[in-house]
T-cell receptor, first 117, second 110 residues
Framework: GAVVSQHPSWVICKSGTSVKIECRSL??????MFWYRQFPKQSLMLMAT?????????EQGVEKDKFLINHASLTLSTLTVTSAHPEDSSFYIC?????????????FGPGTRLTVL | GEDVEQSLFLSVREGDSSVINCTYT??????LYWYKQEPGAGLQLLTY?????DMKQDQRLTVLLNKKDKHLSLRIADTQTGDSAIYFC??????????FGQGTELSVKP
């Protein structure tokens, strides 16, 4: 149980285009989902917290107009990187909060590797 | 403030035990977690421990928690090459955001 998927697993795009990444909780409903960014050999950096039916809460320094988050249902959150540039190239990972052992426990997706040329 | 620290590297031989250590600063977390990340993959929840417990064992994994010293450790018995990965300890202080350590890269040599 508590399986989270992401799509696509990798994407290459041209500079200036937009890219949408989907995060799905496959066997549970997740009121809260999280989006992280990870640079090589580093820990995860929280970008935003996504709550179903409401606006996402962005961390300090994360541009909400550049990283659009939509959490339209209890099993799907999307991250759209708008007008992507090479510096946006990174590994993006989502997670969904679910029991057990507590409602805060986060289960992670497999990640999406974004490369902007 | 909130801070979780781990050593960056650990190298062991196949069949030995591995011990990965972690220290944290916020004592309000109800649970503490260990996640495993293999190359190019997401994070897998490996195990967790309730803050009122001192030890938890799950097959080859043993988690020890010293609340007084705010020290958490993960012991992997009979370490295998498939255990090679980066291991993150994490806590969720009051406020709900997961705080990660830097990750410990475990290298298992045959």
């Amino acid at each position: 149980g508590a399986v989270v998927s992401q799509h696509p697993s990798w994407v290459i795009c041209k500079s200036g285009t937009s890219v949408k990444i989907e995060c799905r909780s496959l066997d549970f409903q997740a009121t809260t989902m999280f989006w992280y960014r990870q640079f090589p050999k580093q820990s995860l950096m929280l970008m935003a917290t996504s709550n179903e039916g409401s606006k996402a809460t962005y961390e300090q320094g994360v541009e909400k107009d550049k990283f659009l988050i939509n959490h339209a249902s209890l099993t799907l959150s999307t991250l759209t990187v708008t007008s992507a540039h090479p510096e946006d190239s990174s590994f993006y990972i989502c997670s969904a909060a679910h029991r057990p052992p507590s409602t805060d426990t986060q289960y992670f997706g497999p990640g999406t590797r974004l490369t902007v040329l | 403030g909130e801070d979780v620290e781990q050593s960056l590297f650990l190298s062991v031989r196949e069949g030995d035990s591995s011990v990965i250590n972690c220290t944290y600063t916020d004592s309000s977390s109800t649970y503490l977690y260990w996640y495993k990340q293999e190359p190019g993959a997401g994070l897998q929840l490996l195990t967790y421990i309730f803050s009122n417990m001192d030890m938890k064992q799950d097959q080859r994994l043993t988690v020890l928690l010293n609340k007084k010293d705010k020290h958490l450790s993960l012991r992997i018995a009979d370490t295998q090459t498939g255990d090679s990965a980066i291991y993150f300890c994490a806590e969720i202080p009051q406020g709900g955001k997961l705080i990660f350590g830097q990750g410990t890269e475990l290298s298992v040599k045959p």
